[in-house]
């Protein structure tokens, strides 16, 4: 399977805006791609053709890569709802609402069935898969059972990209303690480090750069901007969005904006190492 997996050092990391930006720069180069991510959880929802609901943020990538949004993107959503309880949809099938705890004893032979079924069906049709992980892939207490980040890695046989939020300070010794606490079959996955919303002049990290890639081996595949006027809606969160520019495409404006801070060439060398990480 050709495509990598975004992970994140932690939620909001802007796993979902990376995913969509590489979605339209493939694109744009004439790769027939799709997003994809197994498991969301996410109040905000959206409806396919067919009248099946998915991730708003999955159909929201589907659109940057120029494709119908399908239900195989993202055949599992878990919607929270009252009691800590949170609906469940298998491909659109509702179940629930059902507690957290029952959920993760009940249901992970099925969410990998789910995976497995979803990839290959995408697979068939695409020539690239953009995968989108969740949270952290160094929730050390949940790995024995999660079905979205590096399990599906796994699978699906990709290679990874881990995301840090710099906005929130503590970038550097998030990207240290995460890679730190994966396995040694997992962190041999992680091919390239994407500082996400920076401000200021990107010059004045370049010390952290070289201190991230010396300490951990792994290269910075990019330091990119924060962008306050994307125009493109959140994942899971209800925040304000500033409108773009009138006359632009929200995703071309986007792919440009992430692509001229990226090492575009080490992303497409490690989309070609796919098939070969086990």
Wanted: charged share 25%.
């Amino acid at each position: 399977m050709n495509g990598l997996i975004v992970l994140g050092t932690a939620s909001d990391s802007g796993k979902t805006m990376i995913c969509t930006a590489l979605c339209r720069i493939l694109s744009d180069e004439g790769v027939r791609v799709t997003p994809f991510k197994s498991q969301n959880m996410s109040g905000f929802s959206a409806t396919t053709e067919n009248g099946e609901e998915m991730s708003r943020a999955q159909f929201i990538q589907a659109y940057a890569a120029r494709t119908k949004p399908s239900i195989y993107m993202n055949p599992i959503l878990l919607k929270p709802v009252a009691n800590m309880k949170s609906e469940v949809l298998f491909f659109g099938e509702k179940i629930g609402p059902i507690a957290g705890m029952a959920y993760r004893e009940q249901f992970f032979a099925r969410g990998i069935e789910a995976i497995k079924t979803s990839l290959a069906k995408l697979t068939g049709m695409y020539e690239t898969v953009i995968i989108e992980g969740a949270g952290s892939p160094a929730e050390v207490n949940l790995n024995d059972r999660e079905i979205v980040n590096m399990r599906v890695a796994e699978i699906a046989d990709v290679p990874a990209v881990l995301v840090a939020d710099i906005d929130r300070g503590g970038a550097i010794a998030s990207i240290v303690g995460t890679l730190q606490l994966l396995p040694p079959e997992h962190r041999k996955r992680v091919k390239a480090i994407i500082i996400n919303k920076f401000h200021g002049d990107a010059s004045l990290f370049q010390e952290g750069i070289e201190f991230i890639e010396s300490y951990t081996g792994v290269p910075v595949a990019g330091v990119i901007p924060f962008k306050v006027d994307h125009g493109i809606e959140e994942e899971d969160m209800d925040r304000p969005v500033m409108k773009a520019p009138e006359g632009i495409d929200v995703y071309d404006a986007w792919a440009k904006h992430v692509k001229a801070h990226l090492n575009w060439p080490l992303i497409k060398e490690i989309l070609s190492q796919s098939g070969e990480m086990k």
